[in-house]
């Protein structure tokens, strides 16, 4: 149960992954708004832009993780009752959505970086550049960056909204299949 999914829930191991990607999305997005509380150049907020890139980055390296324990951890479990047509449809586009969001983000913030010709800090290293500096690139992949921070607002917006909708309104296991376990015993499905 630790890496494969059961007909109920998916595996620890892609839940686990699933709540950690989120704290980390999470943390980016607040140390990239807190850095807003700073004066250009003060060592805060030179920080949160540190960590704000630092953070980025292991949402890339976690993204490469969870994809291959997705392939590897069997079929997803069922969704009871079955949605129709359409809704799996409109899941499957979501979820492509929000794996390519966690992909291009990040990738795009490392080019931005490089373009700038500025460090690529990860905790105590130092990433080489994807580009070299380039200041015509530099305004098209701030804006670019800027507008994919948005888009991810909505996309994991819709994608929590999704969740709960299912859980309180359709009364479907969409969520309880991706909920940690509690005191170590399964929950029962609805």
Not at 20 to 48: C, G, H, Q, W
Not at 139 to 168: P, R, S
């Amino acid at each position: 149960m630790l890496f494969r999914n059961s007909a109920e829930r998916y595996a620890t191991a892609t839940v686990a992954l699933h709540w950690l990607m989120l704290a980390l999305l999470a943390a980016v997005y607040a140390m990239i708004e807190l850095r807003e509380l700073f004066p250009k150049d003060s060592d805060p907020r030179n920080t949160l832009k540190a960590l704000h890139f630092m953070l980025g980055l292991s949402v890339l390296a976690l993204v490469g993780l969870r994809l291959g324990l997705r392939s590897a951890s069997g079929p997803a479990p069922a969704i009871v009752p079955t949605p129709g047509p359409w809704e799996r449809r409109l899941a499957a586009v979501m979820h492509a959505a929000l794996y390519a969001l966690l992909i291009a983000m990040p990738l795009l913030g490392w080019l931005l970086l490089s373009a700038k010709g500025k460090p690529i800090p990860f905790f105590g290293l130092e990433l080489p550049p994807l580009i070299a500096p380039r200041d015509s690139a530099v305004e098209w992949l701030e804006e670019v960056h800027e507008i994919g921070g948005t888009i991810g607002y909505w996309l994991i917006g819709l994608h929590a909204a999704a969740a709960l909708f299912h859980h309180y309104v359709r009364h479907d296991n969409t969520l309880a299949r991706m909920l940690p376990r509690r005191g170590g015993a399964p929950q029962p499905s609805r």
